[in-house]
């Protein structure tokens, strides 16, 4: 047997294991791809669930210095939507058979945020009689604010950790204002006890980081006995600080190949997790997600955001369909999604299955 037939058939992968899996490129490369759909086909099923994505505010109080809808930057044309408009999303999601939403926005803590959202999960229970998945992206939040929105339905959380290494994680946040990697730990923590299904990740190919590092960000999400990832590529986007870094980083093609990498890992080191297929890679690759599907992950997040905020909402350059509305890319990402060999699992929450065999044990 080949040194990579030997790895692949493994159940637990070394770090030094992992890091020659994640350099892997041309034939090597599909061999990988090949153990990581099988292992999709055998475990989670050769089956995409959708999430209806819901960018509901791009009003942010941090400062990631990769992002462009930073509060430091001021061309951005902030909006918060209207209760009414975030609705008619989620009743596009409903009528369509998406079963689950995720809504999306900035890092806000205030009150005014908080009953926000209140009265938005109310209505949202109201309208799918509790049955719609919801999650939601919105950063870090006191204990108690957590604990409130699960009550109220919320069933779902995503909070990347960005990179799990502390030392990149303060390179990329400056704490002005304050933002700490001792916190975002804690809050996945806080999330995990308050019961949601919790889904972290990383990007990949930014300043600073190495093989090493990815390879400990997939270690992370092992040890932290995570139920679903989000990661891809970094993107650069003019109007950040971490514009200055660029020169010495991967080519984007390349940052596109170890996202595929990171992912086709990861579903053999955890086969039962969620994993998305991120719309950054489709930012790189007009067929990314589909790609990203094909060789493991499961779930795609549609954007269903009104379209005339689309723009402002941009977190690097290209982010895809900022042109489209929620119909189109809805039409898109069917044939996408019967191209990668995939069903769509339509009327179905999606739990991770991960969760839900440690909610039995
Ligand atoms: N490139 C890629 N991903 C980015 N995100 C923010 N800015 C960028 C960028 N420039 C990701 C972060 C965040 C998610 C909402 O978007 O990982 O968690
Ligand atoms: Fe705000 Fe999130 Fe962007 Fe950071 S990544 S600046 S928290 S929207
Ligand atoms: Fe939006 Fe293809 S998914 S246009």
Redesign the pocket.
Known sequence: MSELSQILSKHEFSKAEIEILLLLRGEEQKQLFKASEDKKAGTVGKKTYFRGLIEFSNICHKNCLYCGIRGGNKHVNRYLLHQESVMEAVEFAWKNKYASIVLQSGEREDEEFIDYLNELLQKIRKLSDGKMGITLSVGEQKDEVYKKWFELGANRYLLRIEASNRAIYEKWHPNNPAHSYERRINCLKSLQQNGYQVGTGVMIGAPFQTVSDLADDLLFFKHFDIDMVGMGPYIEHHETPMIAFTQNLPSLKERFQSSLNMIAVLRLMMPDINIAASTAM?AIDPLG?ERAIKIGANVIM??ISPSINRKDYLLYQNK??TD?GAE??LD??VS?IDLAGDEIAWDETGDSFHFRKKKKE
């Open positions: 489709q997600r549609p954007n895809p369909c489209e189109e890319c898109c990402l996408r």
